[in-house]
């Protein structure tokens, strides 16, 4: 078959772009280096759950337009991501909110968290915060601090408070009302049956051929002179060959186990905020579909250094990193016949109703 693209990637972006190219009458073929599609949304079977493998994925936008598209490859529950943290067994509502900040001083009312909060950021003497520490402080004090986000977000990033940039918490999400729901966005949910059903109803036109296990750069030379155009979603720098330097990454691993019990924690998402637990959180999958399966699957999560060879699940989007990404968009720039999407062609940490709309306006680029 003459294809029009090469698509690497069969995640989000790479589907979405191959689907509304699909329906504009243009022949795809899609690579994975993965033995599935759906790149870091996948979810597999396992007792009846499904079990969301690249981490925990909650659908949520502001986006009306791209919460009907989506509602078109599946049905999606009511699903409200409502996390626990679990300080040293002692356990909190997450985001921080009037249920947090009474659990923490006893307070009953919003003036009355507003003051204690007030009084330990005076106490800390945080004017210009230079640094994680100093803007999580500045915003909800010293005790949500130490107790709720050091220890997390520490192991998240394996560095300390203090060498990470502010930025980074520049939107936690902090409230003044008994109000567990994480995001505040006007659509959330869960696909009902996983993920993957999206994707794969995306990559269900006769004028798409998925070809999975293929890792593009065994063939690049051959790719790059036998299709007119390719959209590729994988690692920028990797593409060049890091040949101006390698972009950083943190990376994960997940540890699942199938246990014989009904319910294990009682929710979906359990943040472990303390430094000693070497994980960050436990997943208990069935909760984001609100399974009554008599076995439930769980999901321990491990942050960790990213070296070549490992999957970089976050861009590190600190100064050094932009620039070289910078750079590498540059070189990218100069290539007529390759686009670079998703996140990691983007070097960007996007959620999936973003990676939607990315993809949505290369298609209006490509086909105006
Ligand atoms: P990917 O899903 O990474 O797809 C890229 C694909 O390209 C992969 O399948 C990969 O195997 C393939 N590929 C790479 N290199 C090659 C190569 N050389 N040859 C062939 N194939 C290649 N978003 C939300 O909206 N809500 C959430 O709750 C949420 N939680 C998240 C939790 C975690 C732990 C992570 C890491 C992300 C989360 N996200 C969430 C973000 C979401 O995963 C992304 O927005 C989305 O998956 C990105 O899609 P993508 O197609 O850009 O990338």
């Known amino acids: 078959m003459n294809y029009d693209y090469l698509v690497v990637g069969a995640g989000l972006f790479g589907s979405t772009f191959a689907y509304e190219a699909a329906k504009r009458g243009k022949r795809i073929k899609v690579i994975d280096k993965r033995n599935h599609i759906g790149g870091n949304i ?25 919460w009907d598209y989506v509602n078109q490859f599946a049905e999606f529950n009511r699903y409200t991501n409502s996390p626990i943290a679990n300080y040293k067994g002692e356990v909190y509502n997450l985001p921080f909110n009037m249920n947090t900040f009474n659990k923490l001083w006893g ?9 204690k909060i007030t ?6 003497h945080v004017d210009t915060p230079q640094n994680l520490e100093e803007q999580a402080i500045s915003l909800v004090g010293t005790d949500i601090y130490k107790k709720l986000i050091k220890g997390y977000t520490e192991k998240q990033w394996g560095r300390k ?22 995001f505040n966005d006007r659509y959330q949910g869960i696909p009902i049956g996983g993920y993957t059903q999206i994707i794969k109803k995306m990559l269900s036109n006769d004028l798409i051929d998925v070809e999975l296990g293929t890792d593009f750069f065994l063939k690049k030379e051959e790719y790059m002179r036998t299709f007119p155009k390719i959209i590729y979603t994988g690692m920028i720098d990797q593409f060049f060959d890091y040949k101006l330097g390698t972009l950083e990454y ?6 699942t186990s199938v246990l014989d019990v009904e319910n294990y924690q009682g929710n979906a998402v359990v943040n472990y905020t303390d430094s ?20 439930t699957v769980v999901t321990r999560e491990y942050p960790a250094n990213w070296e070549k060879g490992d999957e970089p699940y976050y861009p590190m989007n600190d100064q050094k990193n932009n620039e070289l990404f910078k750079k590498y968009s540059e070189l990218a720039e100069g290539l007529d016949n390759i686009i670079f999407g998703g996140r990691l062609g983007n070097y960007k940490y996007y959620d ?5 709309g990315a993809a949505w306006s290369l298609i209006a680029k490509e086909f105006k």
Do not use: C, W
Request: hydrophobic share 35%; glycine share 4%; no cysteine.
């Open 42 to 66: 996948y979810t597999e079977n396992i007792e009846g759950i499904n079990v969301h493998k690249y981490g925990a994925h909650i659908f949520h936008t502001n986006n009306k337009e791209i």
């Open 107 to 115: 307070v009953l009312t919003p003036d009355e968290a507003i003051a």
């Open 119 to 124: 009084e330990q950021k005076e106490h800390a």
């Open 161 to 182: 408070a203090t060498e990470l940039p502010a930025f980074i918490i520049k939107r936690l999400p902090v409230r003044f009302t008994y109000d567990n729901n994480y």
């Open 250 to 255: 943190r990376s994960l691993k997940f540890e």
């Open 276 to 295: 000693e637990t070497p994980f960050t959180r436990i997943i208990e999958h069935k909760h984001f579909e609100f399974g009554k399966q008599p076995k």
């Open 352 to 356: 999936m109703h973003q990676v939607i």
